[in-house]
């Protein structure tokens, strides 16, 4: 298992926009789907899961986070082996 942080700066309010990211994606490739879900947890956070989508199989390839802290928003992904 691998672990990623990405951190950047915002500007005032730009993490509300990424409440939009809340649901299910999915996207359909050559070799299946893929997709990503997004869940609110609150005003300051989101999580969620990449996956992979072959036949009747789901196979979770990472866990993914958005996190607010003062002015900053922290990007996290935990990718499976």
Avoid: P
């Amino acid at each position: 298992m691998n672990s990623f942080l990405f951190h950047c700066s915002k500007q005032v309010n730009a993490f509300k926009q990424l409440h939009s990211l809340e649901g299910k994606w999915i996207m359909k490739t050559k070799r299946g789907m893929i997709g990503e879900e997004w869940v609110k947890v609150n005003e300051s956070h989101v999580h969620g899961k990449g996956f992979f989508i072959k036949g009747a199989d789901t196979i979770v390839t990472e866990r993914i986070a958005l996190i607010e802290s003062g002015r900053d928003i922290f990007y996290t992904s935990t990718v499976e082996d």
